[in-house]
């Protein structure tokens, strides 16, 4: 899944993997029931290409381990230290459900 993919509703077969990919860093995609859709062994980088550009966080995969609903949360600020907050523009929050089947 990606963030294009904001308010779906995918449908997954138990045992089946869900990689969250595409997420500017330091977005990190969370599941809100592990024990629905756990999270998985995920590799430690970060892509920035070419440099100077968006830099894009590593993907993030997700086990169907039980039958049920869990949604697939990302939230990122786009703004902070450098940069005074102003609501809603300054943050992303994708969220995807899944129902593992």
Not at 15 to 34: D, I, L, R
Not at 46 to 66: D, E, H, L, N, Q
């Amino acid at each position: 899944m990606t963030p294009a993919q904001n308010g779906m509703t995918i449908h997954v077969a138990l045992g089946q993997e869900v990689t969250a990919e595409m997420f500017p860093w330091p977005a990190q995609p969370k599941s809100t029931n592990p024990a629905v859709l756990e999270p998985g062994i995920s590799p430690m980088y970060i892509a920035c290409r070419p440099p100077g550009s968006a830099c894009m966080g590593p993907p993030m995969t997700f086990v169907a381990r039980a039958r049920g609903t869990a949604q697939i949360v990302v939230h990122r600020d786009m703004c902070g230290e450098a940069r005074r907050c102003v609501p809603p523009a300054d943050w992303t929050d994708v969220r995807v459900t899944i129902v593992v089947g």
